[in-house]
């Protein structure tokens, strides 16, 4: 990281107030730049099943960056830490408390009755596919593609 910041280690850690806080600021940058592409991965989509389901696509493409490390960021972040401090611990609270809302957005006009259930379910599935990267580093979406479109049903 501090090759890519162009800084040294003093340099970069004098800006935050705990290392803690520094990897708290790297997962908000990290959540912002996912967002970007899962948007514009909602904004290629004309149906509403067809943008419920682009976050698998918003996967691939996120995955693919050249600057992409093994596996997601706030799973490695909360697996980090026995006992996370506060700053992480929010920072993953966050970005699961958005993937659950957006996902819930979009499950609404596929699903009304049951975006609730379907979103949690979607959750789970992203969360796995997130994690396959750690086996398979040429893991694609494809499959929990799959597992999305069969939790959807004919909706």
Known sequence: MLARAGVCAATLYRGYASKEALVAAALEWRQNAWLEVWDRAIDRQKTARGKLLSVFDALDEFHGRADEARWCAFLGSA???????????????????TLRARLFHL?????????????????????????????????QASTARAIATALIGNR
């Not at 697996?79 to 408390?97: G, L």
């Not at 379907?118 to 990267?133: I, N, P, S, W």
Request: no cysteine; net charge negative.
């Open 79 to 97: 697996a980090e830490y026995a006992s996370p401090p506060e700053e992480i611990i929010r920072a993953n609270a966050e970005e699961t408390r």
């Open 107 to 139: 499950a609404q006009p596929v699903d009304g009755h049951r975006a609730s259930a379907l979103a949690d379910q979607l959750v789970l599935v992203v969360t796995g596919d997130l994690a396959m990267h750690l086996r398979d580093p040429h893991h």
